[in-house]
């Protein structure tokens, strides 16, 4: 394969929200490869090249990263392509812009949030509820509301560790 001065980038999952990522990839005159499991994923259509990969594929991607002569490696806004991609970098020697314990302080929303309010970030405020609400504590609310488990991540209410 001829390398090119262009620099690649493996996006890690391709969902509709990672379109924005390989679009500003490509504008910064890169070329980005996405990959994750699901056929079709939106982002995968914008990317300059794409593969059907578990993001948890560690060796399957360390693979694609050789092949490919990738330059670096990106995902956001999941806890779990977050530690794939960290896991990756490392097996790759390859920098990540988060250290390991970084996305475990982030997939925990009250750890997070002590760390913001510390720091005087602001954040969402929250309350602790029952499962079954009164009437007149749902009418004080000012909508829309999101309601989340202080608990989950990954989008699955899983417990974090």
């Not at 530690?83 to 997939?107: D, H, R, V």
Request: proline share 4%.
């Amino acid at each position: 394969m001829i390398k090119t001065d262009q620099k690649k980038i493996l996006v890690l999952g391709g969902t509709k929200h990672m379109i924005d990522v390989v679009e500003t990839a490509k504008r910064m005159g890169m070329s980005p490869i996405v990959v994750d499991n699901v056929i079709g994923s939106p982002a995968k259509s914008f990317a300059d090249k794409s593969f059907n990969t578990s993001t948890a594929d560690i060796e399957g991607l360390a693979k694609i990263v050789r092949e490919e002569e990738v330059d670096g490696i990106y995902t956001a806004f999941e806890d779990i392509n977050s530690w794939n991609a960290i896991a990756l970098c490392k097996k790759m020697g390859l920098p990540f812009y988060a250290t390991k314990e970084q996305p475990a302080i982030a997939s925990h929303k009250d750890r997070f949030k002590e760390i913001c309010r510390r720091f005087s970030v602001p954040v969402i405020e929250e309350w602790e509820m029952a499962v079954e609400l009164e009437e007149t504590v749902v009418a004080s609310w000012k909508f829309p509301v999101l309601i989340k488990p202080v608990e989950g991540f990954t989008s699955r209410g899983n417990k974090a560790g």
